[in-house]
């Protein structure tokens, strides 16, 4: 039996995406938010059939984020984009609501608080970014617990391989980084994503940030995550168990993938999605991330190393300096010295 659903940030990318899934298994959805597009959202809710009294934009009254999370007795898919996400993280965990996250900021801001509370709740925080879905599925045919967070990984895991497409800018040089527009950085070349995760995805603090939120999910240590660039995007995360056995999970790159089983888990239903053929995929190419060009990663992962209120920071200056980037106050190669000027991180 599928949990009825509250989507916050339905208009986005994961947002829209989720409402194929619920269209294609016939899941209920009962709340929806949007930042600012009244428009689509009203047209969602009439096709959903949601109530009036159950949908908001956040732009217009941010707290009501909170009272639809709290909505009983359904999971809460939280699409929101930004540090914004965390208090209806916390709201739905306070409510027994299960949370399909794929605000990840909300465990970059809040990771220990976030994870205590679903522990002491018992109420699962389920992964939607599909490196996440990747390594908790990984887990499960390991021998894990089926909820990230009802138990520790300590001991069974040596090693996460976080795979990274490698963004617009793979095999760029820091003079080339230079020249690059808006237009160019909110273009991904393997995945649909809205404009500030693929500007994060093209200074590489998108994996930085699913860095740290790995580290809270999971239970590990900085130095247990390996950030692998992996240009296919075929082969979405890999564990190294303390026996040496790796498991990876793979799939073609479609977020409705990892979506649909976070809302329909344990099941495995048929998902639109096109099947993998690893002769059509050919070669798979692994290699490390050149953080000397993106040093964003390497600002995320001593943010990670330092801990405390480090994470909180990097994210808050991270979203300004996009912010200033998409409105044209700074250029794509100053985003990680704005990190560092109001960070005070070290390289």
Known sequence: MKNPIVLLGSTGSIGTQTLQVARAHNIEVVGLSAHANAELLERQRQEFGVAVGNVCLSSVNPARLCELAAIPDCTVVNAIVGAAGLPPTLAAIRAGNTVALANKESLVAGGEEVM??????????????????????????????????????RGRIRKVFLTASGGAFLGYTKAQLREVTREQAVRNPNWSMGAKISVDSATLMNKGLEL????????????????????????????????????????VPDMRLPIQYALTYPERFPCAVKPLSLIESGKLTFSAPDVDTFPCLALAREAARLGGDAPRRLNQANEEAVTAFLGGEIAFCEIPDYIIRSTKLCL
């Open 116 to 153: 205590r509370e679903s522990r002491e709740r018992g109420v699962p925080v389920i992964p939607v970014d599909s490196e996440h879905s990747a390594i908790w599925q990984c887990l499960q045919m390991g021998g894990g617990s089926p909820h990230t967070s009802l138990v520790s990984s």
């Open 212 to 251: 740290i939120e790995a580290m809270y999910l999971f239970d590990l240590d900085e130095s247990q995550i390996e950030v692998v660039i992996h240009p296919q995007s075929i082969v979405h995360s890999a564990v190294e168990f303390a026996d040496g056995a790796v498991i990876a999970q793979m799939s």
